[in-house]
């Protein structure tokens, strides 16, 4: 079962590996195979379902956001916890934002979706 201090630490480190725009950081708290879901990924990916599967297509997609939002800066509002899972909800550039991030026994996101108003 996730911790309110587990949620936290993980909050501050995802915020601060979106803000520096390190791919490799940024896809350090995922696991190989996660799956991630995202009105915006039907936009930037392409991809009509919203969901892509896989570091490797993900960060490709990530990557190319990135590039698109130079300017990328997450402002962390709160973080929510549950047994398995945490909701950070921060204010990014499309304004407010939640993301759902589910976690594996390794403390690793195995799925993700973002939310946004």
Do not use: C
Not at 21 to 46: C, E, Q
Request: glycine content about 6%.
């Amino acid at each position: 079962m996730l911790t309110h201090e587990f949620a936290k630490a993980f909050a501050a480190s995802w915020i601060d590996s979106w803000n520096s725009h390190d791919l490799d950081r940024i896809l350090s708290h995922y696991t190989d195979d996660f799956v991630m879901a995202s009105p915006r990924i039907a936009i930037v990916a392409g991809e009509p379902t919203g969901i892509l599967k896989g570091k490797a297509v993900i960060g490709a997609y990530w990557r190319k956001a990135l590039e698109l939002s130079p300017q990328l800066q997450f402002e962390h509002l709160s973080t929510f916890v549950s047994a398995d899972s945490i909701v950070i909800h921060y204010k990014g550039v499309r304004g407010l934002t939640a993301e759902s991030l589910l976690f594996n026994d390794d403390g690793k996101v195995y799925r993700a979706a973002a939310h946004y108003m």
